[in-house]
T-cell receptor, first 115, second 115 residues
Framework: DGGITQSPKYLFRKEGQNVTLSCEQNLNHDAMYWYRQDPGQGLRLIYYSQIVNDFQKGDIAEGYSVSREKKESFPLTVTSAQKNPTAFYLC??????????????FGPGTRLTVL | AQSVAQPEDQVNVAEGNPLTVKCTYSVSGNPYLFWYVQYPNRGLQFLLKYITGDNLVKGSYGFEAEFNKSQTSFHLKKPSALVSDSALYFCAVRDPTSGTYKYIFGTGTRLKVLA
């Protein structure tokens, strides 16, 4: 988990509220990613960013939003439009050089529970 | 389309015995293949990867994996299992010709090493 921090570790939210999950990395990586993990479903990509001020939707972007104003930071907002937000959220980063093999490294995760 | 399959939800093995966790993949080009391990309520830890070259890849904690192109497999192995190896294991594939840096993850295999 070293080099990538996620906060908070546990987060509780009432229905109808937006909530923002923090992800910071000090690895000088260009690319950052957000995944959602549900039991028995593996990891599903929400959003990814290959460079500052640019990001793309992943496979399940509906109900989520992101920003990438700084290289080190890639916050994820879970909006009230996300129908089933209770899950474990994982942030990852990678070097993103074209010639690299681009291993992704993961943060420790945030467990979001909607009450 | 890229895909990866982990056919076993759970693998049980006695401590000291060899272990194998299976992974098969489907990509249009030559794949980049990865194995990660996840302990409860933690992020994913990188174990090893195959990019090119020798089909037998050695990684962290005594794990290794064998790339088999004809069988499109990348099984994770360890000669002698430890109780501390008990965790959730994920295989992932990336197609470097796809134009994206997206990984596709399997659904995970829970390894239980019995004392």
């Amino acid at each position: 988990d070293g080099g990538i921090t996620q906060s908070p570790k546990y987060l509780f939210r009432k229905e109808g509220q937006n909530v923002t999950l923090s992800c910071e990395q000090n690895l000088n990586h260009d690319a950052m990613y957000w995944y959602r993990q549900d039991p028995g479903q593996g990891l599903r990509l929400i959003y990814y960013s290959q460079i500052v001020n640019d990001f793309q939707k992943g496979d399940i972007a509906e109900g989520y939003s992101v920003s990438r104003e700084k290289k080190e930071s890639f916050p994820l907002t879970v909006t009230s439009a996300q129908k089933n937000p209770t899950a474990f959220y994982l942030c990852a980063s990678s070097i993103n050089r074209r010639a690299s093999t681009d291993t992704q490294y993961f943060g420790p995760g945030t467990r979001l529970t909607v009450l | 389309a890229q895909s990866v399959a982990q056919p076993e939800d759970q693998v049980n093995v006695a401590e000291g015995n060899p272990l194998t966790v299976k992974c098969t993949y489907s990509v249009s080009g030559n794949p980049y293949l990865f194995w990660y391990v996840q302990y409860p309520n933690r992020g994913l830890q990188f174990l090893l990867k195959y990019i090119t070259g020798d089909n037998l890849v050695k990684g962290s904690y005594g794990f290794e994996a064998e790339f088999n192109k004809s069988q499109t497999s990348f099984h994770l192995k360890k000669p002698s299992a430890l109780v501390s190896d008990s965790a959730l294991y994920f295989c992932a594939v990336r197609d470097p010709t796809s134009g994206t840096y997206k990984y596709i993850f399997g659904t995970g295999t829970r390894l239980k090493v019995l004392a």
